[in-house]
C-alpha cells in the first residue's frame, strides 16, 4: 500500500463520516517519520499474517526454496530402459497386487522421481501417481525416499525421530483456537 493510496483512503472515511477523525485512520507527521494511524497498521498487520500463513508469498520464502531444490534434488536420475509397460500397469492397473506394485514401484524409481521432479505442483504429481493415496502408499514413498537419500535409514524411523520436536514446535507455534482443538486430538 502506498502512502497516497493510504491518505486517499483516510480522505473518503472522513467524507462518509464526517464526526471522524482523519488522523486515527491515517496520520504521516513531518518529512522523515514513518506512516501511522489505524487502516494502515491494519494492512501491514494483515500482510504480515498473510506472509507468515504461507497464503501471500514473500521474497525471502521463495529464494529458500530455489536454494533448497538446487541443493538437494538437482539429481538427474537415469530412467530404466523398456519400462513403458511397468510404468502403464502403476497408473492404470487397479488389480495391482500391492507387493507386485511395490516391485514394478522398486523398478520403476528414477523414471517417478525424474517426473516428479518436473511436476509444478502436488496435485500434479497425486493426480499421475496414484498409488501414493493407497493406505500402504508410505511404502511407496519409503521406496523412493531411499533412492533420493540412499544413506538414511528409512523415512518412518526419520519421522518417528523427528516427530517429537515438530509436535514441540507445533504447540509453541499454534495460536489459532480451532488448529490448537485438532492439535490437541493428535
Given at each position: 500500500?502506498?502512502?497516497?493510496?493510504?491518505?486517499?483512503?483516510?480522505?473518503?472515511?472522513?467524507?462518509?463520516?464526517?464526526?471522524?477523525?482523519?488522523?486515527?485512520y491515517?496520520?504521516k507527521?513531518?518529512?522523515?517519520?514513518?506512516?501511522?494511524?489505524?487502516?494502515?497498521?491494519?494492512?501491514?498487520?494483515?500482510m504480515?499474517?498473510l506472509?507468515?500463513?504461507?497464503?501471500?508469498?514473500c521474497k525471502?520464502?521463495?529464494?529458500?526454496v530455489k536454494?533448497?531444490t538446487?541443493?538437494?534434488?538437482?539429481?538427474?536420475f537415469?530412467?530404466?530402459?523398456?519400462?513403458?509397460?511397468?510404468?502403464?500397469?502403476?497408473?492404470?492397473?487397479?488389480?495391482?497386487?500391492?507387493?507386485?506394485?511395490?516391485?514394478?514401484?522398486?523398478?520403476?524409481t528414477?523414471?517417478?522421481?525424474n517426473?516428479?521432479?518436473?511436476?509444478?505442483?502436488?496435485?500434479?504429481?497425486?493426480?499421475?501417481?496414484?498409488?501414493?493415496?493407497?493406505?500402504?502408499?508410505?511404502?511407496?514413498?519409503?521406496?523412493?525416499?531411499?533412492?533420493?537419500?540412499?544413506?538414511?535409514?528409512?523415512?518412518?524411523?526419520?519421522?518417528?525421530?523427528?516427530?517429537?520436536?515438530?509436535?514441540?514446535?507445533?504447540?509453541?507455534?499454534?495460536?489459532?483456537?480451532?488448529?490448537?482443538?485438532?492439535?490437541?486430538?493428535?
Amino acid at each position: 500500500m502506498s502512502i497516497n493510496l493510504a491518505d486517499s483512503i483516510g480522505t473518503y472515511i472522513i467524507a462518509m463520516f464526517p464526526s471522524e477523525v482523519k488522523d486515527t485512520y491515517f496520520m504521516k507527521d513531518g518529512h522523515n517519520k514513518n506512516p501511522k494511524g489505524k487502516y494502515y497498521a491494519k494492512y501491514y498487520n494483515s500482510m504480515r499474517t498473510l506472509k507468515t500463513s504461507g497464503i501471500v508469498p514473500c521474497k525471502e520464502q521463495v529464494k529458500t526454496v530455489k536454494l533448497a531444490t538446487q541443493r538437494k534434488h538437482d539429481n538427474e536420475f537415469e530412467p530404466e530402459d523398456d519400462i513403458n509397460y511397468m510404468i502403464e500397469q502403476i497408473q492404470f492397473d487397479t488389480n495391482c497386487s500391492f507387493p507386485e506394485l511395490e516391485k514394478i514401484w522398486k523398478a520403476t524409481t528414477k523414471y517417478r522421481l525424474n517426473s516428479i521432479k518436473n511436476s509444478t505442483s502436488t496435485a500434479e504429481i497425486m493426480n499421475k501417481w496414484k498409488s501414493y493415496t493407497l493406505p500402504l502408499g508410505y511404502r511407496l514413498i519409503d521406496i523412493d525416499f531411499s533412492t533420493l537419500y540412499p544413506r538414511c535409514s528409512n523415512s518412518v524411523s526419520q519421522f518417528e525421530e523427528k516427530s517429537e520436536k515438530i509436535m514441540m514446535v507445533l504447540d509453541d507455534q499454534l495460536k489459532d483456537n480451532n488448529s490448537r482443538k485438532l492439535f490437541e486430538n493428535l
